[in-house]
C-alpha cells in the first residue's frame, strides 16, 4: 500500500469493451464527461472520436503526390507544399510565392488545415523553456514543451490526449485518455516550435531543432501507427521530412511488449526509452499498472531485444519517489535485472527527481537516497546519470499544464 491509501496491488484491469473485472468496476467522469479512471484502471483502446482533418503531414510523399493531382494540380507540386513546411515551417498561402495567387487558398485549405491551436505558452528558465497548451480541432488539449541547451534543442511532444496507462503519480494518466492524436497532430508540434526558433522568439535567437523526445501526454506505442509515421516524417530527409537525424529521436514507452517488438522490426532505428520506476513486479504494479499485463521480466527482455536488433542502446527510466522506490536494495535490484536481461553496456539508466502532481502525497527522493542509488548502480557498472529536471516551476511534468486546465476550464485563455 502507497501512502494515501488508496493504491493497492494486482488492481483490477479495463478490458477492451470498456468492462472491468474484479471489484473496482466502478467508473467516473469528471464534468466535461471524460472518463476518470478508478486507481490500476488501463484503457488499452483509444475511444472513437471524429479524425482530425487531413494534413500534408499525414502522408508519405507518393501519398502526397496522388492528393495534389487529385486537387488537379501537377505532381511535382507535392514536393513543393513539402518544402514550404518541411524546410520553412510554412502553411502560410502567402509565402508561397512558387505557386499561382489562385491556388495557394484552395491547396492551402486542403491540404493544411489548422491541427493545432494555441491556447497558453509559459517559460521559464530565461526563457529557455517554453510550454505550450494547444487545443486540437475537437477541443482536446495538449502540450509540448521546448527545451534549448548550450548544444541542442530538444522538443517534447504529446502522442496521444490524455493517457490510458493511469501512472498514479502522472497528473496526465489521472485524467484518462480522450483519443489518439494524428500524424500530423504530432509533427505540427515539432514544426511549431521550428517555427518559433526561425523567428527567434525563444531565448538565444534563431536556432534549429535538434532532438524530439516523445514524452509528452500519452504512451506513444498505444498509438502505435501515428507513432511509427511521425517518426518517419522527422526522420525524412527534406523536403519529405524534417531531415532530423534517428538517433536523436527517442521514443519512450511505459511497457507495452508488443509495441516495443513493432519498433525493433520497423527499422526506424530511434533510441528507445522504458519507463521501468521499479525493478519488482510487486511495487511495479502499483506505479506502473501495465505492469499487470507485461511484467518487469518480459518488458526488460523486449527492451533488450531492441538493442540486439538495432544496436541502439535502451534508456531507462527511473522517477525517484522518495521512501517509495529510491531504497539501495531497489538499486541493486535493478541492477541485478538489468544484468539478468543481458550483460554488457545495453541500457543506461537515467534517473529522473519525481515532480510531483499538485495534491500529490507523494515527493522527489532526499538528496542522500539518490546520491546513494547512483552509488549502488555505478558499483554493479550500470551506467546512471541524474536527468535534468527543466520546466518544474511550469508544471513540467507530464500533463500537469493540460490537467489544470481540465480542471479549472474557466480559466482558459481562447
Ligand atoms: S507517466 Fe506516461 S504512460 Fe504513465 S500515465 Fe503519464 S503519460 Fe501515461
Redesign the pocket.
Same mark, same amino acid.
Given at each position: 500500500m502507497l501512502p494515501g491509501g488508496e493504491l493497492r496491488l494486482n488492481a483490477p484491469v479495463a478490458i477492451p469493451d470498456g468492462t472491468a473485472f474484479g471489484d473496482r468496476a466502478l467508473r467516473r467522469c469528471c464534468e466535461n464527461g471524460q472518463h476518470m479512471p478508478v486507481p490500476g484502471e488501463l484503457t488499452l483502446v483509444a475511444p472513437r472520436r471524429a479524425k482530425p482533418p487531413r494534413h500534408l503531414a499525414d502522408l508519405a510523399p507518393a501519398e502526397r503526390r496522388a492528393a495534389v493531382e487529385e486537387l488537379g494540380h501537377k505532381g511535382f507540386r507535392a514536393a513543393q507544399l513539402s518544402t514550404h513546411y518541411f524546410t520553412h515551417h510554412s502553411d502560410d498561402p502567402t509565402t508561397w510565392t512558387d505557386f499561382p495567387a489562385k491556388h495557394r487558398e484552395a491547396l492551402a485549405a486542403a491540404l493544411f488545415p489548422r491541427l493545432l491551436t494555441p491556447v497558453r505558452d509559459i517559460e521559464c528558465d530565461a526563457g529557455t523553456t517554453r510550454k505550450t497548451l494547444w487545443r486540437l480541432f475537437d477541443g482536446a488539449l495538449v502540450e509540448s514543451v521546448l527545451m534549448r541547451y548550450p548544444d541542442r534543442v530538444t522538443v517534447c511532444v504529446s502522442s496521444q490526449a490524455g493517457?490510458g496507462?493511469?501512472?498514479p503519480?502522472?497528473a496526465? @494518466?489521472q485524467a484518462g485518455l480522450t483519443r489518439n492524436m494524428s500524424t500530423a497532430e504530432i509533427v505540427d508540434q515539432v514544426v511549431a516550435a521550428s517555427r518559433a526558433l526561425d523567428r527567434g522568439e525563444v531565448a538565444g535567437g534563431p536556432g534549429r531543432v535538434s532532438n524530439i523526445v516523445f514524452m509528452g501526454? @500519452?504512451?506513444p506505442l498505444a498509438n502505435y501507427n501515428a507513432t511509427a509515421a511521425a517518426v518517419a516524417r522527422l526522420i525524412d530527409p527534406t523536403p519529405d521530412g524534417l531531415g532530423l537525424s534517428r538517433r536523436s529521436v527517442t521514443v519512450s514507452t511505459?511497457g507495452l511488449v508488443p509495441g516495443i517488438a513493432k519498433l525493433t522490426n520497423s527499422g526506424l532505428g530511434v533510441t528507445l526509452a522504458v519507463?521501468l520506476h521499479a525493478p519488482d513486479d510487486e511495487l511495479r504494479d502499483t506505479l506502473?499498472p501495465i505492469n499487470t499485463r507485461y511484467p518487469v521480466g518480459e518488458v526488460v527482455a523486449a527492451a533488450h531485444e531492441y538493442f540486439v536488433k538495432t544496436g541502439r542502446r535502451v534508456s531507462i527510466e527511473y522517477a525517484m519517489i522518495r521512501d517509495i522506490n529510491d531504497q539501495a536494495w531497489r538499486a541493486d535490484e535493478l541492477a541485478r535485472v538489468l544484468a539478468f536481461a543481458g550483460p554488457g553496456a545495453w541500457v543506461h539508466v537515467n534517473l529522473i527527481p519525481l515532480n510531483p502532481t499538485p495534491g500529490s502525497q507523494w515527493t522527489a527522493s532526499r538528496s542522500r537516497d539518490e546520491k546513494a542509488f547512483v552509488r549502488r548502480l555505478e558499483t554493479a557498472g550500470v551506467p546512471v546519470t541524474v536527468r535534468d529536471t527543466r520546466g518544474r516551476e511550469i508544471d513540467g511534468a507530464?500533463?500537469q499544464l493540460a490537467a489544470a486546465d481540465l480542471l479549472d476550464p474557466e480559466e482558459q485563455l481562447s
Open positions: 493517457c496507462m493511469n501512472c503519480f502522472c496526465t @494518466g501526454m @500519452g504512451e511505459v519507463s506502473v507530464c500533463g
